[in-house]
């Protein structure tokens, strides 16, 4: 990768500083930006030598780039080296994101609210209201789900087609943004 540019270095900042309000490292997110606008896959130690990064950092946050499936491993015959890369169709990458998201955080909510429910309903002096609550919440995670699980299946160029007809939903339904 040849010097990083004040644009590169502005991306990188960014995407380090929003990757730790999704969940991932700041170091995770600044790796995945660079190996994003990388033109070929980079080894550790450039990543490293990038990014002004202790080597060690670079190691753990490769691990939990893979862990979410953001970066896969590159072999490079004559080259001892791994080498990293990353996805460049960002559908898939949002993909790959809402995926890890759903797994680390909604399917356990969803797990909870269902021994929640159950054990409320099963209690004698059971609060009417926070059982009403916590079906509420069961109901909304349920319908999420099932609507994400039913996108989920779709081809990327049908998600990217349904996400463009927001617009035509949104008037089929008579939404008026002033009213909402």
């Not at 997110?29 to 670079?58: D, K």
């Amino acid at each position: 990768m040849p010097e990083l540019t004040s644009i590169h270095k502005k991306f990188i900042h960014h995407w380090g500083e929003m990757g730790t309000r999704w969940g991932i490292s700041r170091s995770g997110a600044q790796i995945h930006a660079l190996l994003y606008i990388s033109p070929g896959a980079l080894n550790a130690e450039e990543i490293a030598a990038t990014l002004s990064i202790a080597r060690s950092n670079v190691s753990n946050s490769i691990k939990e780039l893979q862990s979410w499936g953001l970066v896969k491993t590159i072999h490079v015959i004559g080259d001892r080296k791994d080498r990293f890369e990353t996805m460049e169709d960002v559908w898939e990458m949002f993909r790959v994101v809402m995926d890890g998201r759903k797994r680390r955080e909604v399917d356990p909510t969803v797990i909870m609210l269902e021994e929640c429910v159950g054990e409320i309903r099963k209690s004698a002096d059971g609060d009417r209201y926070t059982r009403e609550r916590l079906e509420a919440l069961q109901e909304f995670f349920a319908t999420a789900t099932d609507w994400y699980e039913q996108t989920r299946g779709l081809s990327i160029s049908s998600f990217r087609k349904l996400a463009g007809m927001a617009g035509w939903v949104m008037k089929a339904l008579k939404f008026d943004r002033k009213k909402a």
